[in-house]
């Protein structure tokens, strides 16, 4: 018998149909961050700032929006799933002999090759507005800024954002997901928190006000604990974004690297299910702080996926990528962080979460202790290997070959 028909077998006695969860994992949209391919740079030509920051110099970053795409199929060939392509205003395309606009005046068609693009690769967008990394951010205060001309620039953009994304959306018959995050914050304690807040909220109801079609753009609030150089008061906090999100009737969007070190997102996901339609997600991995390392399949990113699928609310999780690490190859990074997203959504996929739920409600731990440790070892890599397969893309052992060919033969030349 083969593998794959064993395991089945295998998980079969757990209750599990692999075939079935195979098929829902191949429809799970996952957006993938542009911004791994380039760490973070985008196509203004200016530094990295807003308390975010990439470490490392590993050679081959794409330096344009052609070595950009080119890098992103690269990375696609081995990455499993129903893949979305998550783009941020500064990766605005100006064409040849075109006068680029500052942020504020951005327009669809500055985008346009990007959804050539993702037309050509069946995939559908996302959008964020790029709050940092420009001289109306250089003191990291954007939409709380205390100069009214600041914000209302700040506004502006968020507002042209908002009309790409219904663009993106209308061009690949997909709602785009819009996230905002801002920098905002202070380094030392602020005199007045409550100000730069309320400045904040007044200026999302102003780009909320714009006027724009849920079916097309749904728009998420990313909150964040401290930046980089903002290590005492973040403007956007988790209780910030929470309540404003629930208010306007938009999405709150947590990335697991914002929060306390000892606090996660795994379990936020159920409360935040009981009161939100829907909510996003950041996958990235911390390192003590927000370090935005490769994802990992590690406890936490096993843990979120689990409580996605326990809650059964696939189609209510906005699930996205996001970390950037300059360190090593970049496709690899994305291509590891993808498919680990994958295989936390299969480990999921082949857990029995009914049984395991009614073992806790008959208070019966220990035997749900055992069980949960046993389904550790169970063959998943066997329907790992089959969900490969079947999407046509290679095993686990032998991806990194083609990628070591295409830095050889292209990232090596830049
Ligand atoms: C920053 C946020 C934000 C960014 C991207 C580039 O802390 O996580 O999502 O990483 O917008
Ligand atoms: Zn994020």
């Given at each position: 018998m083969d593998r794959y028909a064993s395991a089945k077998q295998t998980f079969a006695k757990i209750g599990i149909d692999t075939d079935q969860a195979i098929r829902i994992?191949?429809?799970?949209?996952?957006?993938?961050?542009?911004?791994?391919?380039?760490?973070?740079?985008?196509?203004?030509?200016?530094?990295?700032?807003?308390?975010?920051?990439?470490?490392?110099?590993?050679?081959?970053?794409?330096?344009?929006?052609?070595?950009?795409?080119?890098?992103?199929?690269?990375?696609?060939?081995?990455?499993?799933?129903?893949?979305?392509?998550?783009l941020h205003a500064n990766y605005a395309i100006f064409e040849p002999g075109e006068k680029p606009v500052d942020r504020d005046a951005l327009e669809p068609r500055h985008f346009r090759r990007w959804v050539d693009f993702a037309k050509r690769h069946g995939?559908?967008?996302?959008?964020?507005?790029?709050?940092?990394?420009?001289?109306?951010?250089?003191?990291?205060?954007?939409?709380?800024?205390?100069?009214?001309?600041?914000r209302e620039f700040w506004?502006?953009?968020?507002?042209?954002?908002?009309?790409?994304?219904?663009?993106?959306?209308?061009?690949?018959e997909s709602s785009s997901l819009v996230n905002f995050w801002i920098p905002d914050g202070y380094k030392d304690i602020p005199a007045d928190r409550i100000g730069p807040r309320k400045r904040f909220m007044e200026s999302m109801d102003a780009i909320l006000g714009c006027g724009y079609d849920p079916e097309l753009v749904r728009i998420s609030i990313e909150s964040k604990v401290f930046g980089i150089g903002l290590e005492s008061y973040t403007v956007g906090s988790a209780e910030f974004g929470m309540q404003y999100a629930i208010s306007r009737g938009i999405m709150s969007l947590m990335d697991n690297g914002h929060y306390h070190p000892t606090e996660t997102v795994s379990d936020k996901i159920s409360s935040m299910l009981l009161f939100n339609k829907?909510?996003?997600?950041?996958?990235?991995?911390?390192?003590?702080?927000?370090?935005?390392?490769?994802?990992?399949?590690?406890?936490?990113?096993?843990?979120?996926?689990?409580?996605?699928?326990?809650?059964?609310?696939?189609?209510?999780?906005?699930?996205?990528?996001?970390?950037?690490d300059a360190s090593i190859n970049r496709i690899a990074a994305w291509v590891v962080g993808m498919r680990n997203v994958q295989k936390a959504l299969l480990?999921?996929?082949l857990t029995p979460h009914e049984s395991f739920g009614q073992l806790q409600d008959q208070g019966r731990f220990t035997k749900l202790l055992v069980l949960t440790e046993a389904m550790k070892t169970m063959p998943f890599e066997d329907v790992w290997n089959e969900y490969c397969s079947r999407q046509n893309v290679p095993d686990d052992w032998t991806w990194y070959d083609a990628v070591e060919t295409y830095e050889q033969d292209v990232l090596s030349k830049r």
């Amino acid at each position: 018998m083969d593998r794959y028909a064993s395991a089945k077998q295998t998980f079969a006695k757990i209750g599990i149909d692999t075939d079935q969860a195979i098929r829902i994992l191949s429809g799970v949209p996952v957006s993938m961050h542009c911004w791994q391919g380039d760490d973070v740079r985008g196509f203004e030509n200016v530094e990295l700032s807003g308390g975010i920051q990439t470490t490392g110099n590993y050679p081959g970053r794409a330096r344009c929006p052609e070595e950009l795409m080119q890098d992103i199929e690269e990375a696609c060939k081995s990455i499993p799933g129903t893949k979305r392509l998550n783009l941020h205003a500064n990766y605005a395309i100006f064409e040849p002999g075109e006068k680029p606009v500052d942020r504020d005046a951005l327009e669809p068609r500055h985008f346009r090759r990007w959804v050539d693009f993702a037309k050509r690769h069946g995939m559908a967008l996302d959008f964020n507005p790029t709050y940092f990394s420009h001289p109306y951010a250089a003191d990291n205060l954007t939409l709380s800024h205390p100069d009214p001309k600041i914000r209302e620039f700040w506004i502006r953009h968020g507002i042209a954002c908002v009309r790409i994304a219904e663009y993106f959306a209308k061009e690949t018959e997909s709602s785009s997901l819009v996230n905002f995050w801002i920098p905002d914050g202070y380094k030392d304690i602020p005199a007045d928190r409550i100000g730069p807040r309320k400045r904040f909220m007044e200026s999302m109801d102003a780009i909320l006000g714009c006027g724009y079609d849920p079916e097309l753009v749904r728009i998420s609030i990313e909150s964040k604990v401290f930046g980089i150089g903002l290590e005492s008061y973040t403007v956007g906090s988790a209780e910030f974004g929470m309540q404003y999100a629930i208010s306007r009737g938009i999405m709150s969007l947590m990335d697991n690297g914002h929060y306390h070190p000892t606090e996660t997102v795994s379990d936020k996901i159920s409360s935040m299910l009981l009161f939100n339609k829907e909510i996003a997600l950041h996958l990235t991995r911390s390192v003590r702080w927000d370090s935005d390392h490769v994802i990992r399949l590690d406890e936490e990113t096993k843990e979120i996926c689990k409580e996605i699928v326990a809650a059964d609310a696939l189609d209510r999780v906005r699930i996205a990528t996001d970390y950037f690490d300059a360190s090593i190859n970049r496709i690899a990074a994305w291509v590891v962080g993808m498919r680990n997203v994958q295989k936390a959504l299969l480990y999921a996929l082949l857990t029995p979460h009914e049984s395991f739920g009614q073992l806790q409600d008959q208070g019966r731990f220990t035997k749900l202790l055992v069980l949960t440790e046993a389904m550790k070892t169970m063959p998943f890599e066997d329907v790992w290997n089959e969900y490969c397969s079947r999407q046509n893309v290679p095993d686990d052992w032998t991806w990194y070959d083609a990628v070591e060919t295409y830095e050889q033969d292209v990232l090596s030349k830049r």
